[in-house]
């Protein structure tokens, strides 16, 4: 059998591997379904090919109300509801007015972001190692809150260029940080761009304001090797080819609610992997087992083809799963025919 490694590598390089590659992410209460019924470490019970961490933050992704009450607040200054489920929201923008100037940006060096982060990359060897490193845009509307931010791309586009450029910085200095840790195999940006039905923004605006800004942190990442995993909830099919030609190899999630993995396979898939694809807002929520089972078979089969394709529910796996689909999802995943 081959190395994770190579299994992952083949498929973006759109090479047939046989079996198709999969991924999982789970919030608490879909994490703890799991562990009852594959045991603890997830990761090695499920053989999963990629293995994803990130800096640490004082707002954790899951902050648990038990631990650290009904609000935090995340190392920008954005205050967040804290959830048993979830991840919570932003609740407390941290930039009321369209204004840097009395701002101080946290420092990207911290080391207390990169705590143990070298010993797990020695650690998970051997499989393919991405990091997260940031979010741009959307880190925008947590700080600026999403309504202020939209408006501010027409009212105040000199504080929405400044502001992204400062977070690219934030960001190109983690990246170069965690380059100095020791090897891996990508970077991961989270940033949601899309809605259920369109883009939050217009391309034109994506174009003006944030392409700029991912383009340095891709050639950062490109011009050292790694592969780019970029997130992207909702409906951004106006800009795929523009991350295409930044240097994208990976787009997550690909919610089948917003857009049409098999129609981006036919249009994209020579240029561009895809991970994602099963939905979690009808079939994994509302469907059967059988159901479940028959989709992951019909995404294997129809996606297998000429590679560069990741097997992953559209999103986080959430506490609304039932528990026999969410076995039904993983069993079928793993299963090598």
Known sequence: MMSDFDWIQQTIEHRETGAVPYNFMFSPPAKQTAEEHYGQ??????????????PQSPKPLYADPDRYGATITDEFGVVWS??????????????????????????????????????????QGGHYRIIWVGDLWERATFMRGMESILLDLVENPAFVADLLERLTEYILETTRIVLGLGPFEGIAVSDDYGAQRGMLMSPAHWRRFVKPCLAQIYGLAKGNGLTVFHHSCGNIVPIIGDLIDLGLDILHPIQPEAMDILSLKKRFGKDLAFCGGVSTQDLLVSGTPDQVRREVQRLKREMSPDGGYILEPGITLQADVPRANLIALIDEARRRE
């Open 41 to 54: 470490d997830l990761e090695e019970r499920l053989s999963l090919p990629i293995r994803m961490n990130a």
């Open 82 to 123: 804290t959830s048993k489920i979830d991840r919570g929201s932003p609740i407390g923008p941290c930039l009321p007015e369209p204004d840097l100037s009395q701002y101080a940006f946290p420092n990207p060096a911290d080391e207390s972001r990169f705590a143990g982060l070298g010993d797990w990359l020695v650690r």
